[in-house]
């Protein structure tokens, strides 16, 4: 008894320092971000770079294409944040439009069951559905958040409510435990950046409410 509890915890406590520099620097990269800090694209390149290895070797194929594609899209999320705004001036948050809500869903739904469907048939990948349907929703998520929408967060708690039970299966205790973490820096960039829209918006509204 006492040696599969040693054994629990030594696993838990991360075998690999590939996955703890990973875990660290992801922390890092979401914490920026909900503090709308640019420098959240370039702690991201280097946690998903690590990332694409440990996803790898846990047989979480689809979650290790994750990370490439967030690569990419953290270079071009970094571009947009800059100048992304009128007259090439830094994006400012806003809201979700109904054609993007649309167009992420379209594209959760499709994603989920191409993919969950070809890793289901031709790998021995872990979950297959479930892997393809974070990757989707974190893709999704990604999107809104490199075009400074609110509610990129709300997407963000989804996909990691349903991330820890599957990393914590997977033995990846330091990851679930991080996704955890993320649970919770998503609540809070949400708030953050709501309260950072009602505060752009506040002198808008005084200049167009009428003076008795």
Known sequence: MSESIYAFWTEAAGGS???WVAVLTGFVCVWLA????????PVAIVSCGLYVLV????????????QTMFIALSLYGWQQWLYGGRNRTQLPVS?????EWAGCAIFTVAYT???GYCLQRYTDAALPHWDAF???GSLAAQYLLMRKRL???????VVDVIYVPILWYKHLYPTS??????LGLAVYGYLEWRRGLRKAAAPAAAVLTPTS
């Open 113 to 115: 069951l191409g993919v």
């Open 151 to 157: 509610e990129n967060w709300l997407l963000w708690v």
């Open 177 to 182: 435990a991080l996704y955890a973490l993320y």
């Open 34 to 41: 909900a503090r709308e800090s640019l420098w959240n694209f």
């Open 55 to 66: 996803y790898y070797r846990a047989g979480l194929y689809s979650d290790a294409f994750l």
């Open 134 to 136: 974070t990757t989707a």
């Open 17 to 19: 320092p590939l996955e």
């Open 95 to 99: 809201r979700t439009t109904a054609r």
